[in-house]
């Protein structure tokens, strides 16, 4: 009920959507087409690549977190997702469970884009020209007029 009056808003204002769906992946999915959502990603998106074919199928995003070193879930998916439905992001703050545990920091951000451009085999300039590009579409950031 409470995802639903958040999807309702969204639509209405013509919000993009931000969704956690660990666990509930294809209801997330659901509930969001059936809403009329243009724009959601689907934060540190794990679950079924069945359900990841609907979600890139549908237009919206999936992003990765800096798990993408250590997690083979993560990893399987992002390498089935095509770049420009990729943002990046640290999931700060929580504590990574990678050879050298940490606690993730906004600056991480940068670890998540040299393991997505190691995955992707593209350089790191690459990678953060298009998930910038991804990002500024998705939030509808325009470029500044100076």
């Given at each position: 009920?409470?995802?639903?009056?958040?999807?309702?808003?969204?639509?209405?204002?013509?919000?993009?959507?931000?969704?956690?769906s660990?666990?509930?992946?294809q209801d997330c999915?659901?509930m969001?087409?059936?809403?009329?959502i243009?724009k959601?990603?689907?934060?540190?998106?794990?679950g079924p690549i069945?359900?990841l074919?609907?979600?890139i199928?549908?237009?919206?995003?999936?992003s990765c977190?800096?798990a993408?070193?250590?997690s083979?879930e993560l990893?399987?998916v992002?390498?089935?997702?095509?770049?420009?439905r990729?943002?990046?992001?640290t999931?700060?703050?929580?504590?990574y469970?990678s050879q050298?545990p940490?606690?993730?920091e906004?600056?991480?951000?940068?670890?998540?884009?040299f393991?997505l451009?190691?995955?992707?085999?593209?350089?790191?300039i690459?990678?953060?020209?298009?998930?910038?590009s991804?990002?500024?579409?998705?939030?509808?950031?325009k470029?500044?007029?100076?």
């Amino acid at each position: 009920m409470v995802f639903d009056t958040q999807l309702r808003l969204a639509r209405e204002f013509s919000l993009p959507v931000i969704i956690h769906s660990r666990g509930a992946w294809q209801d997330c999915f659901q509930m969001t087409k059936d809403a009329g959502i243009e724009k959601a990603v689907f934060h540190w998106y794990s679950g079924p690549i069945e359900i990841l074919d609907k979600i890139i199928e549908n237009g919206y995003l999936v992003s990765c977190t800096p798990a993408l070193e250590y997690s083979r879930e993560l990893r399987s998916v992002i390498e089935k997702t095509p770049l420009e439905r990729i943002l990046v992001e640290t999931d700060s703050p929580v504590r990574y469970k990678s050879q050298h545990p940490y606690n993730a920091e906004p600056k991480h951000v940068l670890k998540t884009l040299f393991c997505l451009a190691k995955l992707k085999n593209i350089s790191i300039i690459n990678a953060e020209e298009i998930t910038t590009s991804n990002a500024k579409r998705f939030f509808n950031i325009k470029k500044s007029s100076s």
